[in-house]
């Protein structure tokens, strides 16, 4: 996928373009704000990583220009740790996600991976967690190649917990994403089918945490 | 202030004021004195002068020329009734013949006798020993052929009006002093009521936390103005020192992040690749001290806002601790997962107000989670809330390896050397977390103790004062 760093340090901005393209991912880089604003009208990226601190136009006025242009990249912040405000003002402007300076590399893909997963569940792709792949427009489900066959409610449940990426997904949130207009889902029944689906993909090293007062993380490998 | 002789004020003012009052005290004394003597003197010398005329008027030529005296008794009376004067009288012939008296009363000296019959002189002498006051007349007797001039003296001894002065001086010296002993008092209680007000403003600077650095604006009495003044100048000064230093520590805590966070990251991207363990080993070592070192910086970072959020205690707002808790929790589940710490999130009680920085509150989570994951993984750590009517609780357990009862203290140290080299840090450790968890936990009117999992672990316990009323 198509990524765009907006870093003003080159050798913080090298070392996540090399980060990225270890994944995969093709990686423009932008210094400072004016530049990022201009490559950010001029072409569509399917993620922009926008650090806030940035020389001359800061990062938000960056990200409020994007989102007035209505366009729907996915954005993740970088902000100083413990900048609470940016942090509000970030996810109020429309930043899809937040992470502060500095990060554990691990973590900084894992957020990337759960944005990248996230627009390619909205944009009806196919979403690839580990050897499982769910294919959003068609609503078919593959683990190791070989389809998997699931009931609508597991596959409900399955989509809402693979769009979400490496996120903790509530139980309210997966009764919400599962339960048809008319016909909710208690957090019981959650539970049910969740320990069906957990069942099938526990042997291929799929594995979904259920973490107390929490929810569910699904976990590749 | 210490090694200096301090003076009392109270001493000070009331020297001041008493030396001048005993001073003024004295000469109205003595002024009195005087006066009583002059106007006893003055009355005395009347009668000293009507005796002597009287004696005078009783002086006739007798048959054979010689002066001869009629004394009249009751002109001496009057002078002796008073008090236990002694009185004395002489009547001598112009040509010095004694007519009658006490032969050796002196005289006034020769020119200060009266040159005109009824005009008394007086004077001062010494007869017997004792002071004496006397008063004397010239007077000519005659008869159908001749006339004689005689002199008449009459003294009397003075101690009576000198006593009636004394008296009076020593009625009015009691009173002054009377009157000094009550304006001491006054003074003395005066100074203390009034140096009230200054003590209660000491009280009030005395009770401020070291940090707080806002003026006083503790109601003090006119006069301390310039005092006060000079303290608020002096803590405005102090303040901006202070912050300077805490500007410094956070410009320099930011800008040391970003190259901390390169190094850590591209050891970490180095790490990734086929390593011989020569290449290996000490990259690990480099980058567990890259990681030590930017989570310090982190910490200096967080000291500063802290500091700041101490000083200027603004940015106070109400918060859902339950709500915090499930939201930094969930956050930072996905993460503890990868380093194998299972988290779990138990909420007695939701929502749970308490008054405080959501930065602030929201850091000593965070530092209680990541101390978990770096001392307890792999294994579960619990973030618990429960709240009772005054308080509101925020418990991170682990089942880590804990801290011994006697290092507890020092763990909540900064930069205790036994947190330091704790083997809860690995050696590593910046003994940084705990305390600043602690000082945020004091900042917001609560505290943070560390105590035992049941089974084993450690379990941070912050608690907070409960806001009421809102929400």
Redesign the interface.
Known sequence: MRILVVEDNPELAATLEQLLRADGHAVDIATDGEGADAVLSAETFDLAVLDLGLPGLDGLEVLKRLRRRRDDTAVLVLTARGALDDRVRGLDLGADDYLTKPFDIAEFEARVRALLRRRVGAQGGVVAVGPLTFDVASRRATLHGAALDLPRRELDLLEALVVRGERVVTKQELADAVSSFGDPLTESAVELYMSRLRRKLEPAGIRIRSLRGLGYVLEAG | MRGLPRRSLRRNLLVWLLVPLFGLGALIAAEAYYHALHLATAVADRTLAGSALSISDRVTIANDGSLEVDLPYVALEMLTSVGDNRVFYLVRARDGALVTGYKDLPLPEAEALPRMPGNPVFYDAEYQGVPVRAAAVIGIASDARRSAGYTVVVAETTQGRQALARETLTRLASRLTALAVIVAAVVWLGISRGLRPLADLGTAVGRRSPDDLRPIDHAAPRETADLVDAINAFIDRLRTAVEGLRQFTGTLG?QM??????V???L??AL?SDLPPAARVPLERAERAARDA?RLT?QL??LA?MDEARATREGFVAVDMALLA?EV???R???A??LGL??????AVAPVLVRGA??LL??VLLNLIDNAARHAAPGAA??RVSADAAAVRLEVEDHGPGIAPAQRAAALERFARGGAADSRDGGGGTGLGLPICRDIAVLHGGSLTLGDTPGGGLRVTLTLPRAMGEG
């Open positions: 930011h992040r970003t190259p901390l966070a390169i850590q990251s591209n970490a991207l990734r930017e982190g970072l967080l806002r499930e929790t969930g956050e589940a996905p993460a997962l990868r299972e988290l779990a999130l138990e909420v959501p930065v929201r850091e619990t973030v």
